[in-house]
């Protein structure tokens, strides 16, 4: 039966059709397979996820090899929640594409362009659903050298650089990844998850126990972008193609974190990383450094799509919050502001590409007065910029409001207080922009302006009127997320 | 005959679909207004309705579910809350007549979008009136905020651009971190956000689990992070917020937007602290005191405000700050006479904010000092301006005076002579900043050129009474709400029955 190969169809399908992309080698046939893949991949996430909400987590042996021998893929509430939300944006901001595409990237290299994205993709969603840890970094490294493709394809000379230097630090995050593997396979003589978190001796193991855990972490706190690592991100994200910006913004880190989140409360458990290590203090210290940092640095961008990046930073500062604080709610505000903060940023990249294309910059002079001359657009980064504000009935308010009470179930007073001081520097960041948008005297470029393109209007607004309906219908975020977070503490999911 | 149920969710969803109306009709001016005439009529009726079975005991309740998993969005009617829906969606109709006025005689653009927002604004003063608990309050409170930007910085300009910084920033930060904190706090103490009567937050403190001077800071962090009630010293955007065009100023900022802030406090101190649970504890004694200070500092202020709307503006201030007073004296005179106060001041204030439009429009100016004369141009406008001021500094046969004994008595009651002597002093000062524009513009004869400058040479002086009113839908509302106001006077009595239960039942 063909359902029950969707959790291998969901990763094979873009695989293979990222080298068809290339050798059906005209843009006129790649792009419709890339977006009937993405879509396809979409729906069979959503098949998945409705499987796992009726029987319960679903594992898949691949090649029928029984583990530990073989690879297992695992769909549970958690990975199918980020598989879910991966996949939904990436197809969305595909069918965005194509004029942000044709515009910004030059007609020969658009084929790989949608070969690249494809790759990404299976990567990301191979991050999540595989059960096991090396297949994590194969799936790492695919998704990462992909995104090195992506990045590189920017228009301006610094693309490459840029890429080139994410390159070299998202290198050492997957390498440092590598060797914690190494180390963990050698005590344990197994590569499944669940076979490693039974057997790992965390209480009272050896030191190689607490080598590989370090390494795993920093290595992945650099793909993440965790405060002090984080120097790869905004030229990264500032000098990619618009459209790669959306994407890898909107779903690189997070899957990242998701891979986090598996290493510290499946396979190391949390009494390891929080009860033996102070991970929990380190982590959250480092967080509330980095959302201040970064908000203060987002304040001063003069180039939007750098704005946005800042601002990405001092996001995972907060679900690294939600995630360190290992209770029941915080977990929760962790994992739904992985999902709110994905739509809120996709949705808002979005926006920017739309400004880029119709008046070919993104620096915040030219910017001036579009709010009349692209009405749609502007109003567009007003709702976005609400919720990632956390204003209520947004996303952000939903996650704002799960960590905030979290952090005063669990006694964090001065978690508490930071957090709501920091989320007022963001008022400030969106509010430069909207006052630009619609205050400011017209510069040229704006007056020229005409309104986005409906092709790229209508994915836009489908994105940010998610940050809309997942505001007031928490359901299937919040709801999937605090199953999520029962499952990895051990309750009844 | 729909069910008290169903008529809170007609009645919040009418604002709603006014704004789809609107937005539709958008190219059609004429259907747009009526529409919005027509919904708020509509709108009002159904209150009114709702508002027999609220006043005659029933406690309608409607629960939309959970918006975030734990943290419910529901309704449910109470009088204060009733009462404040009736205000604000009476006089929805009365200012959508002056808008159409206003608006058309100013020759305004974007008006649509200006109906529009108005329409949501409306949306959430209802929600937040008829909210259940601390959650959908504040979730009302934020839409509010945000949907009133734009009419704020309606003209688009610099100094819109500054006031609505000031306006934005005033508002989300002590909302964002005093307040939400405030609420979260509440509910990690009560383990409910419910409003309930005497409040939720007794069991804790009898447990020990929140210290006397925590309770202190609770109430605080409540009573600054509500920074709609334009408390000193988060008052200034207020003021700010008068760059909007007038008849924003008269239904938000003298009815909608402060009244759900100093609603709310009322709200926070009735419904989640207990009057008596302040009362006993003595904790809202320095926000009394607080209060007081903001009563007289903003009169003071008041006095030296040249241009007009600013002077109502930190009238305002000085006015919301008798209803916090209201509230922190924890009496149940006290909290009926700032409930009351809402009432009263609100239909005084918006007939004294119609009467600075109506200037405007007809003769555009906007300072006191250009008003000489003006009277026997302008009769009606400036007869309503004298009535309205009549309500506003508490002298009968003018509503204000029944909410202001009541709040003295307050003080009185707690001896706390030196805030009586506030309201007493405050009082004086209304009438030495609010009586003389009336009497200047209808005694005093200006001679020619003292009120001109250069750019915009003295009009011809009016020897006779050669009446020169801003157009009819501008001077008939505010007419309606000058009467409106006297025959409030006569009906505090009613008005007192209502809100009694809301101190007493349990």
Not at chain 1, 23 to 40: H, N, Q, T
Not at chain 1, 392 to 417: D, M, Q
């Amino acid at each position: 039966m063909i359902a029950n190969q969707l959790p291998v169809l969901l990763i094979v399908l873009p695989l293979i059709a990222a080298p068809l992309c290339v050798l059906l080698g005209s843009r006129r046939m790649a792009y419709p397979l890339a977006l009937i893949v993405s879509w396809c991949t979409f729906a069979i996430s959503i098949a998945l996820i409705a499987r796992v909400m009726q029987t319960g987590p679903i594992h898949y042996d691949l090649g029928n090899w029984e583990p530990p021998y073989g690879i297992e893929y695992v769909v549970d509430y958690l990975s199918g929640f980020v598989m879910l939300f991966v996949a939904g944006i990436g197809a969305v901001v595909l069918a965005y594409a194509p004029r942000s595409v044709a515009a910004e990237i030059a007609p020969g290299k658009q084929t790989m362009f949608y070969a690249s994205y494809l790759l990404c993709l299976a990567g990301l969603l191979g991050m999540c659903v595989t059960g096991d840890l090396f297949n994590v970094f194969v799936f790492l490294e695919i998704s990462s050298l992909s995104s090195y493709a992506l990045i590189s394809l920017g228009s301006t000379r610094r693309a490459p650089l840029a890429a080139l230097k994410y390159l070299i630090l998202g290198t050492v995050g997957a390498t440092f990844f590598l060797i914690g593997v190494g180390l963990v396979y050698q005590m344990t003589g197994t590569l499944n998850m669940e076979d490693i978190a039974a057997r790992l001796p965390t209480v009272g193991g050896p030191r190689t126990v607490l080598v590989a855990f370090a390494f795993m972490t920093i290595g992945l706190c650099i793909k993440m972008a965790v405060f002090p690592v984080h120097t790869w991100l905004p030229n990264a994200y500032t000098y990619a193609p618009s459209v790669v910006t959306a994407f890898i913004a909107a779903t690189a880190t997070k899957v990242s974190v998701y891979a986090f989140v598996r290493l510290v409360y499946s396979i190391f458990t949390p009494q390891f990383a929080f009860g033996l290590l102070p991970l929990d203090t380190a982590l959250s210290g480092l967080a509330l450094v980095g959302i201040f940092a970064a908000s203060a640095a987002a304040i001063y961008q003069e180039n939007v799509k750098r704005l946005l990046a800042y601002s990405s930073i001092a996001q995972i500062g907060y679900m690294l919050l939600g995630i360190s604080m290992a209770n029941q709610d915080g977990v929760t505000a962790g994992v739904v502001h992985m999902f709110n903060h994905a739509i809120i940023k996709g949705g808002l990249f979005m926006v920017v590409g739309c400004f880029a294309l119709r008046l070919g910059s993104v620096q915040m002079e030219d910017w001036r007065g579009a709010g009349k001359t692209m009405p749609w657009t502007a109003f567009a980064w007003a709702l976005g910029g609400l919720a990632l504000i956390g204003v209520p009935l947004t996303v952000g308010f939903v996650s704002k409001w799960l960590l905030l009470t979290s952090a005063l179930e669990s006694g964090r007073w001065g978690v508490a207080i930071l957090m709501l001081c920091s989320s007022l520097l963001a008022i400030v960041y969106v509010w430069r922009v909207i006052e630009t948008l619609y205050f400011a005297e017209p510069s040229e470029k704006a007056k020229q302006a005409t309104e986005a393109p409906l092709s790229m209007l209508i994915p836009t607004y489908a994105m940010i009127g998610c940050t809309l309906l997942f505001g007031v219908w928490t359901t299937y975020s919040a709801g999937l997320a605090g199953r999520a977070a029962a499952s990895l503490l051990g309750g009844a999911p | 005959m729909i069910s008290p149920e169903q008529m809170i969710g007609v009645s919040i969803g009418l604002p709603l679909l006014a704004l789809a109306l609107i937005f539709l009709f958008g190219k059609h001016p004429n259907v747009r207004e009526a529409c919005t005439l027509i919904v708020s009529t509509l709108l009002f009726a159904v209150v009114c309705g709702l508002a027999g079975h609220v006043f005659a005991g029933e406690r309608p309740e409607w629960r939309i579910g959970e918006m975030i998993p734990g943290f419910e969005l529901g309704f449910r009617v109470e009088p204060l809350g009733m009462l404040f829906a009736l205000v604000a969606s009476g006089l929805w109709i009365l200012t959508t007549v002056y808008a159409v006025g206003y608006m058309r005689g100013h020759h305004e653009q974007h008006q649509t979008r200006f109906f529009g927002c108005f329409a949501l604004a409306i949306f959430a003063a209802l929600s937040a009136a008829f909210s259940a608990n601390l959650f959908t309050l504040f979730v009302a409170y934020e839409v509010m905020t945000i949907s009133t930007y734009p009419l704020v910085t309606h003209h688009g300009d610099q100094a819109a651009r500054n006031g609505g910084r000031v306006y934005l920033g005033i508002l989300l930060s002590t909302s964002i971190a005093f307040f939400m904190l405030a609420i979260a706090w509440t509910w990690f103490l009560a383990g409910t956000l419910d409003f309930k009567q005497g409040g939720i937050l007794a069991d804790a403190y009898a447990e020990g689990r929140i210290s006397h001077t925590q309770l202190g800071v609770l109430l605080g962090l409540f009573a600054f992070g509500i920074g709609k009630a334009a408390l000193m010293p988060f008052h200034r955007w207020l003021p700010a917020a008068m760059v909007a065009p007038t008849p924003v100023s008269a239904l938000l900022h003298a009815v909608a937007v402060v009244k759900v802030g100093v609603f709310s406090v009322l709200k926070v101190a009735v419904f989640v602290f207990g009057i008596d649970l302040l009362h006993t504890t003595g904790v809202s004694v320095w926000l009394a005191y607080v209060a007081g200070v903001t009563i007289l500092l903003a009169s003071l202020i008041a006095m030296t405000k040249d241009n007009l709307k600013a002077r109502l503006a930190y009238s305002t201030v000085s006015q919301l700050a008798y209803i916090t007073l209201g509230a922190a004296l924890a009496t149940p005179e006290s909290v009926i006479g700032g409930g009351m106060h809402i009432a009263m001041h609100a239909v005084g204030k918006i007939t004294l904010f119609f009467c600075a439009g109506a200037i405007y429009v007809a003769t555009h100016k906007k300072n006191v000092s250009e008003l000489r004369g003006l009277g026997r141009a302008m009769p009606f406008t400036f007869a309503a301006f004298f009535i309205a001021s009549v309500s506003i500094i508490g002298l009968p046969p003018g509503g204000g005076s029944w909410s202001k004994w009541l709040l003295a008595v307050g003080t009185a009651e707690n001896h706390l002579y030196w805030l009586t002597a506030a309201l007493m002093i405050s009082s004086l000062l209304n009438i030495a900043y609010l009586i003389p524009i009336p009497v200047r513009a209808f005694m005093v004869v200006p001679q020619a050129g003292t009120v001109g400058t250069e750019s915009e040479p003295a009009p011809e002086v009016p020897r006779q009474w050669n009446i020169q009113e801003a157009p009819g839908m501008c001077v008939v509302p505010l007419c309606v709400t000058a009467v409106l106001s006297v025959l409030l006077f006569f009906a505090a009595e009613s008005i007192y029955e209502v809100l009694l239960p809301i101190t007493t039942e349990g």
